[in-house]
């Protein structure tokens, strides 16, 4: 018997009665849109047949990994594993403003962990920074810091004075924008330095200067949290990174620009050099 004459496909009018010799004979009826199948005594509708509806907490989930769950735990079904992705793609989305980055004249008050934002600067158009939420910390920090790295030249202080370190300024633009839209500069600074004898050693720090404003950090970055070199031998040198710093809160008043240098000390006479050093900047809000 031919698959075609099992399966048949018709209007309701020219179906054959059901009988026991077309028994599990299949027919589409074409002007209702329905299959039925012959038990031999009548037509059975089967157009759901295989296709019904299933209920995704009728379906099992296991997962591979349970860490990727809430609380470490097998959401036990499919309902449940799209309720907990369907939960993170809506944090995910009210951290991003719903598609993208928003832009704002003031840090928000309650932000969640990770919620990045571009705050505006001034009044100038186009001029913002990237700023983004650290809970851990309970802070707002900018996205991107700011590296500078001095040249490779060994620079050399031979008294207990300050010595700005070459290569290691930079101006910093605009800063009474930074300022007053509720910013701190921080610093940190690291070099590969020495010191000659036993009598002292060698400190970096960072300092800024600008018109009236003269703030200097050399006690927050000095001999309690600044990083020191070993001293006594000229060809030992200390590879360090100095703590992430704040400087002054203190308002520049009227300086719209301010100047930051690396500087290296002693604490005797004597001489001390630093190679390889870098500085890295970076801001964030004040009072949070």
């Known amino acids: 018997m031919r698959l ?9 009018a020219n179906q054959p009665a059901a009988a026991t010799s ?5 027919y589409y ?36 990994t349970l860490a990727d769950w809430d609380s470490a735990a097998d959401p036990g079904d499919v309902e449940q594993a799209l309720d907990q992705l369907a939960e993170r ?10 598609g ?4 704002v004249t003031a840090l928000p008050a309650s932000p969640a962990d990770g919620e990045t934002v571009l705050l505006r600067l001034g009044s100038s158009p186009y001029e913002f920074i990237m700023m983004t939420f650290d809970a851990t910390y309970s ?5 991107h810091p700011l590296l500078i790295t001095g040249n490779g030249l ?3 202080v031979t008294t207990t004075s300050n010595t700005p370190v070459a290569g290691m300024s930079i101006l910093i633009n605009r800063y009474k924008t930074y300022y007053d839209a509720g910013l701190r500069l921080q610093v940190s600074v690291a070099g590969r330095y020495r010191s000659t004898d036993a009598t002292g050693t060698a400190k970096l720090h960072a300092e800024i200067l600008g018109g009236t404003l003269n703030v200097t950090t050399l006690s927050s970055l000095g001999t309690t949290t600044g990083v020191t070199s070993p001293s006594g031998n000229a060809n030992t040198f200390l590879q360090a990174v100095s703590d992430w710093q704040d400087f002054s809160a203190s308002d520049p008043g009227s300086d719209t620009q ?24 970076r801001w964030i809000a004040a009072d949070t």
Request: aromatic share 6%; hydrophobic share 40%.
């Open 4 to 12: 075609d004459e099992v399966i048949l496909r018709d209007t309701r």
């Open 22 to 26: 077309n028994s599990g004979f299949i």
């Open 29 to 64: 009826v074409t002007d209702e849109n329905v299959t039925e199948r012959s038990n031999g005594t009548t037509w059975e509708d089967i157009s759901d047949a295989g296709a019904g509806a299933v209920d995704s907490d009728d379906v099992t989930y296991t997962p591979t």
């Open 89 to 98: 793609i809506a944090d995910v989305e009210g951290v991003v403003g719903g």
């Open 100 to 103: 993208g980055i928003t832009t």
């Open 139 to 143: 802070n707002w920090v900018s996205t």
């Open 154 to 156: 060994e620079a050399e």
């Open 258 to 281: 301010a100047f930051i240098r690396m500087i290296l000390t002693r604490g005797v006479a004597g001489t001390a050099g630093v190679t390889l050093r870098n500085m890295s900047l």
